[in-house]
């Protein structure tokens, strides 16, 4: 007789997240057993570097012949072992950061990093934040380390946020943002590029950061029976907070920040809920000086952050040379990849 009542189901739908969750700490167990050996090994290979060039193919070799069925132990696979010995030193982040990622991620960052600290930035993100590999290609490539982690940021989040949530917003907040899918034409004007932006909403969030949903474009205000339109509107989970989003295509001017706080003051008051936190705005533009951004913000009370963005013919020389195109983007985050390679 088929038992089909909702006691049942609910006893059955408890076993299935059950073993889910133990094949998926079977899985992560095995991944850091298998980075730790790594690790361990390039050590060996690292303290062992007088044998000269063809030590690695030597113990390649004999490994084979010791064990011809596991895979992994290639003489590009130990270069890599040898690498990741040599950039991470200290067996804290191999535990609390490296032993966390798969050997994909780990390897595209060995060759993608050029320091310990950008190499434990991308992991932790990776990690804290669930990142596919395509995912972890993206952020590498449009320079986001440079952008989010050490860029030159122009706010006022740390004055009147709460000390959680200004923290968050500040670690979040780039300097530029880069949107290379809308192309910069002569004559394009502000609601061009909002538009755009939102026609390619996947990739917006990806370069606005985790935990943005879409709210609207051109959001409708009616205060005193005047209409106004913010160009757009998030709502970020992790901040917990509305997030008001202003593009101007010309250099920052004081005022801008005037128009923002006038925003944020009705979001507050129209849309936030009790368990929000305070709304944060951001304000684009082509150019930003950073001093005259500060002195502007210095006496505003809601908090906002004034950017820069690039479009695709607007890019900084020094990421010219890095920045994907649309389509490989859109092919990097549909790839898949496994957590084990050889």
Known sequence: MLINDKGYMEVLANIKIAIREAQYRAVLG???EQIVLYWNIGKVIFENSSYGNRFVENLA??????????????VRNLQ????FARLVQDEENLQAVSALLTWSHNKYLFDKTKALDEYLWYAAQAIENGWSLSSLEYYVDTKTYERQAIGEKATNYKALLPQSQSNLAIETFKNPY???????REGIIEREIGQELV????????????GFAFVGNQYHLEISGKDYYIDSLFYNTKLRCYIVIELKNTDFKPEYAGKLNFYLSAVDDMLKHEQDNPSIGILLCKERDKLTAEYALKDI???IGVSEYRLSD????????????????EKRVMRKYEIKED
């Open 30 to 32: 095995a991944n850091r």
């Open 61 to 74: 070799r004999d490994i084979r012949l010791d064990f011809p069925d596991t895979k992994g132990f290639s």
């Open 80 to 83: 890599y072992m040898k690498k």
């Open 178 to 184: 880069v949107f290379d899918f809308v192309e910069q």
């Open 199 to 210: 026609a390619s909403i996947a990739k917006t969030i990806m370069e606005l950061g985790t």
């Open 301 to 303: 009370n809601k908090p």
């Open 314 to 329: 607007f890019v900084p020389q020094e990421l010219a040379d890095t920045l994907p195109s649309a389509e490989d983007i």
